[in-house]
């Protein structure tokens, strides 16, 4: 089966942590994920800003090494991430800001990325939200 996942919640909320673990089972059991898109507060999971207390988990990092590892689309949309200052290069030198808060694997794109996944997948799951 092939999902795609929508994490609308902020890194350190403990939905983010769950749809992880979901995306985690998913590859364990022999599905595919055909895009992970991370939405609303969801881009502060992409965030290398995002400072983790010594005593719990490091989600931005586990997503980060997730997506790396196994080699999958991990998208953030660009207008919420503008909106909430997550910043790849291109978009720092365009709003002339003083730096970029956002690396590979991670790509800032468009909700059109979100509906070509929701057509390729079989299922659609979304962690978090409003």
Same mark, same amino acid.
């Given at each position: 089966?092939? +999902?795609?996942?929508?994490?609308?919640?902020?890194?350190?909320a403990?939905?983010?942590?769950?749809?992880?673990?979901?995306?985690?089972?998913?590859?364990?059991? $022999?599905?595919?994920?055909?895009?992970?898109f +991370? *939405?609303?507060? $969801?881009? %502060?999971?992409?965030?290398?800003?995002?400072?983790?207390? /010594?005593? #719990?988990?490091?989600? !931005?990092?586990? =997503?980060?090494?997730?997506?790396?590892? %196994?080699h999958?689309? $991990?998208v953030?949309?660009?207008a919420?991430?503008?909106?909430?200052?997550?910043?790849? #290069?291109?978009?720092?030198?365009? *709003?002339?800001?003083?730096?970029a808060?956002?690396?590979?694997? =991670? #790509?800032?794109?468009?909700?059109g990325?979100?509906?070509?996944a929701? /057509?390729?997948?079989?299922?659609?799951?979304?962690?978090?939200? !409003?």
């Open positions: 089966m092939k +999902f795609a996942i929508v994490l609308h919640s902020p890194a350190h403990p939905s983010s942590r769950r749809a992880l673990l979901f995306a985690q089972a998913v590859l364990a059991g $022999g599905h595919e994920i055909v895009r992970l +991370f *939405y609303q507060d $969801g881009v %502060h999971s992409a965030s290398t800003n995002v400072v983790t207390p /010594q005593d #719990e988990l490091d989600i !931005p990092a586990q =997503w980060r090494d997730f997506v790396v590892s %196994h999958l689309d $991990g953030v949309c660009i919420a991430a503008l909106r909430r200052g997550v910043l790849d #290069e291109t978009q720092a030198e365009r *709003y002339a800001r003083p730096a808060n956002i690396a590979a694997p =991670w #790509e800032l794109s468009g909700l990325q979100l509906h070509d929701v /057509q390729t997948a079989d299922r659609l799951i979304c962690f978090g939200g !409003p």
